[in-house]
């Protein structure tokens, strides 16, 4: 056989490597992709969005919590609002079933989880746990304020706020503690000196600028985005909490120091007082909630709130506020149903509304309504007698959740404006003897009914 030129074999081989190379290329792109592609994709398809910092977040914190037991539920109102539009998809998702990653990879800093204090059990392990899970936690003390008035535990400090971040997102966790008034109550998130201001953007957290007072909700397990998840039954009215959460504290310290200068009456007449005032008032706010009427706490009521945390004893009545828009025509007949009849009602919806209610024991329930101005809100008053108006001038003010006699209840917000508008600078020291038409430094004449009008505006019963 004649010899073979070098250049010839160089180029058949370099052919056969070429058609060997592109049979490969066929072979992958027709057959694997194919064969075992068309999985891969549909895998990535289904998916989507769960290499997000915010799932794999998410995750790792309920892996946590699971694997410890401690029973967090999602309170993220962003995340709540999308799982109540899309309810009925969520409610028939199973674990590992879904395709994409729809309500954990929204775009955002933080996802709030939220868990009842005496339900934790192991703290301290939970927290080394989720460092060496990757987590660099943060820890949000303060002392417990309804100790405030105890020298001996007033500086007893309680968990309130937990910060986890994972990468560039944060989960934090609001722990809720359990108060008298059968209600959740979160403390203010307050940064301490040493903390670094940059660990998270904190001005975006949606709890903690103050504290908060919530329903204990009741919860459902649903899976979201492939995670078991506890969430509030009634999503809806948790959201619709949070907006209007803002607490503000009895005066604890105040409160002590005011019976330190006048000593409280505990005599027997005193003390039964009180008893059928706060049956009253229970009784009066369980009627107004199942009407779904908002209330505050007002006049000498309201006072004995603020100044000395409890009930004035020589004032004989419960005072409750209500806006004017919040009137309905049944109102009247709720309270007597609830065994409470009307000693009288003056004015009319349009103009100075006053509704009293006789409860038990000569104690009596006065319900004033309230109107507003361009600057300021009023309630009215009229004299039985002559006829007479008047008009109790306020600064506007917004309402606010306190715990008062064992109950959850609102209170204006603006608490010192509103007390000294009613009472006056001297507010602080008792006043026993009261008259309502002279009295208040906020009153002012207001004109008279017309005799026309008599009877409907003055109802006596």
């Known amino acids: 056989m004649s010899r073979i030129n070098k250049n010839v074999v160089l180029a058949l081989l370099t052919l056969t490597s070429s058609a060997f190379l592109l049979f490969q290329l066929y072979y992958y792109k027709h057959y694997l992709s194919t064969k075992n592609g068309a999985g891969l994709s549909k895998s990535k398809g289904s998916r989507i969005g769960f290499d997000s910092t915010q799932w794999r977040a998410v995750k790792k914190f309920i892996m946590l919590t699971s694997n410890q037991n401690v029973p967090v539920f999602l309170i993220d109102p962003l995340i709540l609002e999308l799982i109540n539009k899309n309810f009925e998809e969520v409610k028939n998702t199973s674990q590992g079933s879904i395709s994409q990653c729809t309500f954990f990879c929204v775009p955002r800093d933080f996802t709030a989880f939220a868990l009842q204090y005496h339900l934790w059990k192991n703290e301290e392990g939970w927290f080394r746990i989720a460092e060496n899970m990757g987590f660099q936690c943060l820890k949000i003390e303060s002392k417990d304020p309804r100790l405030d008035g105890i020298d001996s535990l007033s500086g007893t400090e309680i968990p309130l706020h937990y910060i986890c971040k994972l990468a560039t997102h944060a989960i934090h966790l609001v722990v809720f503690h359990e108060r008298s008034g059968n209600y959740l109550w979160h403390g203010h998130l307050r940064l301490k000196e040493h903390i670094d201001r940059k660990f998270v953007p904190f001005r975006k957290l949606q709890f903690g600028r103050y504290p908060g007072a919530f329903d204990r909700p009741e919860l459902q397990q649903v899976t979201v985005d492939g995670l078991e998840v506890l969430i509030p039954k009634d999503p809806v009215h948790f959201v619709e909490e949070v907006p209007h959460s803002r607490f503000i504290e009895c005066r604890y310290k105040e409160a002590r120091a005011f019976f330190q200068q006048y000593l409280d009456d505990n005599t027997v007449e005193a003390m039964a007082f009180r008893k059928s005032a706060k049956e009253l008032l229970q009784l009066a706010a369980k009627t107004l ?48 149903d609830a065994g409470l009849p009307l000693k009288h009602k003056f004015g009319k919806v349009e103009d100075s509304l006053e509704l009293s209610f006789q409860g038990k024991d000569d104690v009596k329930l006065d319900i004033f309504f309230f109107y507003e101005e361009t600057d300021h809100m009023w309630n009215g008053g009229t004299q039985a007698k002559t006829g007479k108006k008047f008009k109790y001038l306020f600064p506007k003010f917004t309402l606010c959740w306190t715990e008062f006699v064992d109950m959850k209840v609102h209170v204006p917000c603006e608490t010192l404006e509103y007390i000294e508008a009613n009472y006056g600078k001297t507010w602080k020291i008792p006043v026993k003897t009261w008259d309502w038409k002279r009295s208040p430094p906020n009153v002012q004449p207001n004109g008279i009914w017309p005799i026309s009008e008599w009877d409907e505006v003055i109802q006596l019963y």
């Not at 007002?298 to 009137?327: A, E, H, M």
């Open 289 to 336: 909630n199942k009407l779904g009427v908002p209330f505050w706490l007002s006049s000498g009521t309201c006072l004995g709130w603020y100044r000395q945390c409890n009930i004035i004893p020589y004032s004989k009545d419960v005072d409750l506020g209500i806006f004017i828009q919040d009137y309905k025509s049944d109102i009247i007949l709720a309270f007597q």
